[in-house]
C-alpha cells in the first residue's frame, strides 16, 4: 500500500543541538512535498514545501528539507533547535496524480530541553 | 481574512448523540477536507469535497455524513456517536494553482464521547 513513513516517533534533543528527521514515501511519479508542525494545543501550520526545482528548500524559523527523489525522501533538517521548536511534525505528500489527495505520516514529537 | 474557522473547539457528546461540525473559509478555495487525529496515527482522511455540490469519502468515513451547499462551508455530521469517535476533528481548505495544491488547517475540535 502507498504509504507515508516518518520512522522517528520521538525524539529529544537539547537546545542547539541539530535535528534531522526523516520522511519516506512510497508514490511513484510526481508528487508535492510538505512538512507541518503542530505547537502544542494547536492546529497544523505550514513549515515548508516543495513543488519543484532546487531539491533543497528553506522554510520558516530556519527549517530546511531536502528532496532525493531517487530515495523517496524528504527529510527535514535544522542546524540549531531551540526549546521553541517543541512540537509534533508531520510529513505530508501529494501525488500529483490524485489531484487534491494529501497523505500524512503519523508524525514525530519533538522535545527541545533548555 | 480569518482562513479556516471552526466550531465548537471542544464538546463532550454522549453515546448516541449527534451534533454537527462547522468549518468555514473565506479564501474562496474549492477544496476542502476533514481529518481526524487520533494520538500516534497522524491525520486520517474522513471526506473530501472538490467544490459545492460535490462530496467524497476519504480513508475513514464510517459514521460521518459531510454537505457542500455553499463554497464556504463544509459541515461535518455525526449521527450516532461512538466512543471510537472521540478525536481531534481538522477541517483544511486547499489552493490550487498549476497542479499544486497547499493546505490551510482550521484551529480543530476536540470531541470526547462518553
Known amino acids: 500500500a502507498q504509504s507515508v513513513s516518518q520512522h522517528n516517533h520521538h525524539v529529544i534533543l537539547s537546545e542547539a543541538a541539530s535535528l534531522e528527521l526523516g520522511c519516506n514515501y512510497s508514490?511513484?511519479?510526481?508528487?508535492?512535498l510538505f512538512w507541518y508542525v503542530q505547537y502544542p494545543g494547536q492546529h497544523l501550520q505550514l513549515l515548508l514545501k516543495?513543488?519543484?526545482?532546487?531539491?533543497l528548500v528553506k522554510g520558516i524559523k530556519g527549517f530546511e528539507a531536502e528532496f532525493i527523489k531517487s530515495k523517496f525522501s524528504f527529510n527535514l533538517r535544522k542546524p540549531s533547535v531551540q526549546w521553541s521548536d517543541t512540537a509534533e511534525y508531520f510529513c505530508?505528500?501529494?501525488?500529483?496524480?490524485?489531484?487534491?489527495?494529501?497523505?500524512f505520516g503519523t508524525g514525530t514529537s519533538l522535545t527541545v530541553i533548555p | 481574512n480569518a482562513g479556516v474557522t471552526q466550531t465548537p473547539k471542544f464538546r463532550i457528546l454522549k453515546i448516541g448523540q449527534s451534533m454537527t461540525l462547522q468549518c468555514a473559509q473565506d479564501?474562496?478555495?474549492?477544496?476542502m477536507y476533514w481529518y481526524r487525529q487520533d494520538p500516534g496515527m497522524g491525520l486520517k482522511l474522513i471526506y473530501y469535497s472538490v467544490g459545492a455540490g460535490i462530496t467524497d469519502k476519504g480513508e475513514v468515513p464510517n459514521g460521518y455524513n459531510v454537505s457542500r451547499s455553499t463554497t464556504e462551508d463544509f459541515p461535518l455530521r455525526l449521527e450516532l456517536a461512538a466512543p471510537s469517535q472521540t478525536s481531534v476533528y481538522f477541517c483544511a481548505s486547499s489552493s490550487q494553482t498549476g497542479g499544486r495544491y497547499e493546505q490551510y488547517f482550521g484551529p480543530g475540535t476536540r470531541l470526547t464521547v462518553t
Open positions: 508514490y511513484g511519479g510526481t508528487v508535492n
Open positions: 479564501m474562496n478555495h474549492n477544496y
Open positions: 505530508a505528500v501529494n501525488p500529483f496524480n490524485t489531484g487534491n489527495q494529501f497523505y
Open positions: 516543495y513543488f519543484s526545482g532546487d531539491p
